[in-house]
């Protein structure tokens, strides 16, 4: 770490903020949650894992059709498992609808686990809409899933999900949401959007650290999966089979990581809720859009496309910016944002979820603006325009 003197989050000071959207930054707080070791076994585990599972299906806005599946491992662990379990394996298949580098893996999975699929591919600056999918439906009568990104984390888009659930349930469809980097800020409620399954892990909205992730499902869809995930470990049916059973998880659970987890459920209560998150979210959004605006730096999204996760700024064509550079020389004031650049349009990216607020937002901010000086960028028009 270099001799440069910031001021990082609480406790770890010396640490840089991590701007990125998981593993984000987390309280303190949720951080000393994990200062005890507790046994998988435990009548006190046990409940802790039961009160996560009901935490997350009433934050979903979930009723008692509903089922909540924790799975060991990150995020795409539980898309696999999700992909595993739900999606038919022959005579059927699932349409997935993309804008970015999430939904292009899941069709990947699906390719590699064997389960026909269409896939529809937008450029990662086009919102989808049901118009994006209505013809696809209509002349493919096969098409019996569908599998959406809600904010699509390469960019940072988000995608209306009750728009393109109406067009899919009109259908007959089951619509399976990836809801990874929005669950727990943005507006979502399973009955009301018509999402059969939803997955989302616990290092993005919620604040938590990474280690497990989970599926909210129909629970008739769980009890028809039954003996159809092409994998052991990533079973669905036989992992709510075990947590219903016994309460606890088949193989090792990660008990720190559920621990810090259910404190970080606490958390967002006690900030009000994700009306109160997404609130909090929207200001840090704002506070960055805005500072790089005053220097002429563009975000690649329009305002009503960009929401509050992660946003997405057009590259100065500076001969001077150099990317790399860019991101150690914010590293060391004190603000780790998201490596690499993965859109059409040279761009970067920056997150604007975790627990920090607008006050961080801006010194992070005035370290851009520091830091582009120090490398002489003068010219902050994007570089293809
Ligand atoms: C973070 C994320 C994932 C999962 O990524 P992991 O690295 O497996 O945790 C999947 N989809 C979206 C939209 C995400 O933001």
């Known amino acids: 770490m270099s001799m440069m003197r910031f001021h990082g989050p609480a406790g770890q000071e010396d640490m840089p903020y991590l701007l990125t959207p998981g593993p984000l930054t987390t309280s303190r707080t949720v951080k000393l949650a994990m200062l005890a070791d507790w046994g998988s076994r435990d009548v006190e585990f046990r409940k802790l894992v039961k009160e996560i599972r009901q935490e997350l299906l009433q934050i979903a806005g979930c009723d008692d059709t509903y089922e909540c599946v924790l799975m060991q491992g990150s995020g795409t662990f539980a898309i696999e498992a999700a992909l595993g ?34 896939r529809i591919s937008k450029n990662d600056t086009t919102q989808l809409s049901a118009e994006h999918i209505i013809p696809t439906l209509q002349e493919d009568k096969n098409i019996s899933h569908v599998w959406l990104i809600h904010c699509e984390t390469t960019s940072g888009i988000v995608n209306p999900i009750g728009d393109l659930s109406r067009a899919a349930k009109s259908r007959g469809c089951i619509f399976m949401v990836d809801a990874m980097s929005s669950f727990g800020a943005l507006d979502i409620n399973m009955v009301r959007d018509g999402i059969d399954v939803l997955v989302s892990s616990s290092n993005k909205c ?46 090792t659970p990660p008990t720190h990581a559920l621990v ?84 059409q349009r040279d761009s970067f990216r920056i997150g604007t979820i975790g ?21 002489n960028v003068k010219d902050f028009m994007p570089r293809d325009l």
């Not at 627990?355 to 490398?375: F, N, P, T």
Request: glycine letters at 8%; proline letters at 4%; charged letters at 25%.
């Open 85 to 118: 379990a739900f999606c038919p394996d022959k005579r059927k298949k699932t349409l997935v609808v993309a804008n970015g580098a999430y939904g292009e893996r899941a069709a990947q999975i699906l390719t590699r686990i064997n389960r026909p699929h269409e």
């Open 206 to 251: 919620i604040e938590g650290i990474p280690g497990f992730a989970y599926v909210l499902v129909r629970k008739n869809l769980l009890l028809l999966s039954q003996g159809h995930s092409h994998s052991v470990v990533l079973d669905l049916y036989d992992q709510w089979i075990g947590l219903e059973a016994s309460g606890q998880f088949r193989f």
């Open 260 to 343: 810090a987890f259910r404190q970080a459920l606490r958390e967002l209560d006690e900030e009000g809720g994700t009306a109160a998150r997404r609130k909090r979210y929207a200001r840090n959004a704002e506070a960055l859009v805005k500072g790089l605006a005053e220097i002429g730096i563009k975000p690649l999204l329009s305002d009503n496309a960009s929401g509050p996760i992660i946003q997405t700024f057009l590259t100065p064509r500076d001969s001077h910016f150099k990317f790399d550079l860019f991101y150690e020389k914010l590293r060391q004031r004190g603000f780790a944002i998201y490596p690499g650049k993965l859109t």
């Open 355 to 375: 627990h920090l607020d607008e006050a961080v937002m801006l010194r992070a901010v005035a370290a851009i603006k520091d830091v582009l000086q120090e490398m």
